[in-house]
């Protein structure tokens, strides 16, 4: 009889080619099956709406890890306060127009992930093997873009009126304003080139790649024995829980690396 659940047939599973699935039949989204345009503009316009908000933060930090004892600033407020009274609110984003330029990083961090995990896939169906090799590549591209660009960033934001913090100072004008800072940055860029060559760009490059590819390589891996083994949030679809589309500690992809930053879409295609 119809509807009758002991002469009901099973239907025969047709997954589309190229679609994994794990163990809980979790679609992984792979690079085929991204819409690129959407992943690509609302990647870097929530990473640049997150940046602006924290950029602050960061340069508060660093110039509290760099300065002597504490010669300038009591505290993060007290630093907070004090470049607000001396600079401004453009004196919090010091450096922010050269920081922009590692939004590059993040994206190059997943689009090398995605194309590394669909080449490995010509010679291995492991995810293990996918997400590893993929993992540690795509950390590899993001830092040497991210490292150039941080250093110069950070020595953008070691400048201040008055007392020197950093190993190069900005000669001339401190007001901040849009020309006057790419002319900063010019002028740090020079400064480096002098002092130390090209390398001077890459300085804490090995100390990156030994935090970032290992992180990188692993995580991913025991993101996929996650996504196997985990029960799903209930409400939650299963498609939206297997996106690539966030990174892990990405510096600037919130990137690795970037850091750097994580993108999720969630749902792609």
Request: proline share 5%; charged share 15%.
């Amino acid at each position: 009889m119809p509807g009758d659940p002991e002469l009901a047939v099973q239907e025969p599973d047709r997954r589309s080619p190229g679609t994994m699935e794990d163990k809980r039949n979790i679609q992984i989204i792979e690079w085929e099956h991204l819409d690129k345009k959407k992943f690509y503009v609302f990647g870097v316009a929530m990473t640049m709406m997150i940046r602006v908000s924290v950029y602050p933060f960061t340069l508060i930090r660093t110039r509290l890890q760099v300065q002597k004892g504490k010669s300038l600033y009591h505290g993060t407020f007290d630093a907070f306060v004090k470049i607000l009274r001396a600079d401004g609110v453009a004196g919090l984003y010091r450096g922010f127009l050269v920081n922009t330029f590692t939004l590059i990083s993040g994206q190059c961090y997943v689009t090398t992930y995605e194309l590394t995990r669909k080449f490995v896939a010509d010679y291995s169906q492991s995810n293990t093997v996918k997400s590893l090799v993929a993992g540690g590549s795509a950390s590899l591209v993001a830092q040497s873009i991210t490292v150039p660009i941080d250093v110069v960033s950070q020595h953008l934001m070691m400048q201040r009126k008055g007392e020197k913090m950093g190993r190069f100072q900005v000669r001339g004008n401190l007001e901040g304003q849009g020309v006057i800072a790419f002319g900063q940055t010019k002028d740090i860029i020079r400064q480096i080139l002098r002092a130390d060559g090209l390398r001077g760009f890459y300085r804490g490059y090995v100390a990156s790649l030994l935090t970032y590819i290992p992180n990188s390589a692993v995580w991913w891996p025991f993101y996929h024995f996650y996504a196997a083994v985990a029960p799903v949030p209930s409400g939650v679809p299963s498609h939206c829980l297997s996106s690539h589309l966030w990174a892990p500690g990405c510096s600037h992809c919130l990137h690795p690396h970037q850091s750097h930053g994580c993108h999720q879409n969630p749902c792609a295609g």
